[in-house]
T-cell receptor
């Protein structure tokens, strides 16, 4: 298996623009997680899905952030409008479920100018 | 709710010296415990995990961690570190029966030649 796939790997955009990050989890995994990592705040869980259903979105910073999982093999994290403070590395991770380990993607480094 | 504390944000150690990275957790119910490692510009990857059974768990590259229920700790140790062990290490906990992971703030291990 290719592992968790994220795209793009790097994104540079201007403040106010819409940004969409994409994730393809490992086939057969039931859970998908979106994280944000910054120097100041460390690793933060934004939202996670189980069987394509959002379970906990309490970590989503504000209404500018939204996430979808239309099917078991694809998820998106959208920021609209983007702000400079959204600059971070965004990770997607998937898990077989049942409290097992998570498999992380390589991350998307987002820079908002 | 569970929490994870990594007391040391940075640990410098000379090559071939032993190291211990500390992790304490707080939970009123049973937990699964994990250590993840993050190399520069990469996602997190599992180093080792404790689910049940023997309280001492080992990784393939010489790290070990011991689950101590009375002290609510899961410290990570290696008797002799290598330059290649330079990375950031995250302790994580999952409540048994749940999927949401709580990560510690990470410890940066710097191995000095």
């Amino acid at each position: 298996d290719a592992g968790v796939i994220q795209s793009p790997r790097h994104e540079v955009t201007e403040m106010g623009q819409e940004v969409t990050l994409r994730c393809k989890p490992i086939s057969g995994h039931n859970s998908l997680f979106w994280y944000r990592q910054t120097m100041m705040r460390g690793l933060e869980l934004l939202i996670y899905f189980n069987n394509n259903v959002p379970i906990d979105d309490s970590g989503m910073p504000e209404d500018r952030f939204s996430a979808k999982m239309p099917n078991a093999s694809f998820s998106t994290l959208k920021i609209q409008p983007s702000e400079p403070r959204d600059s971070a590395v965004y990770f997607c991770a998937s898990s077989p479920g049942g409290g097992d380990e998570q498999y992380f993607g390589p991350g998307t480094r987002l820079t908002v100018t | 709710a569970q929490s994870v504390t990594q007391l040391d944000s940075q640990v410098p150690v000379f090559e071939e010296a032993p190291v211990e990275l500390r992790c304490n957790y707080s939970s009123s119910v049973s937990v699964y415990l994990f250590w993840y490692v993050q190399y520069p510009n990469q996602g997190l990857q599992l180093l080792l995990k404790y689910l049940s059974g023997s309280t001492l768990v080992e990784s393939i590259n010489g790290f070990e961690a011991e689950f101590n229920k009375s002290q609510t700790s899961f410290h990570l140790r290696k008797p002799s570190v290598h330059i290649s062990d330079t990375a950031e290490y995250f302790c994580a906990v999952i409540l048994v029966g749940y999927q949401k992971v709580t990560f510690g703030t990470g410890t940066k291990l710097q191995v000095i030649p």
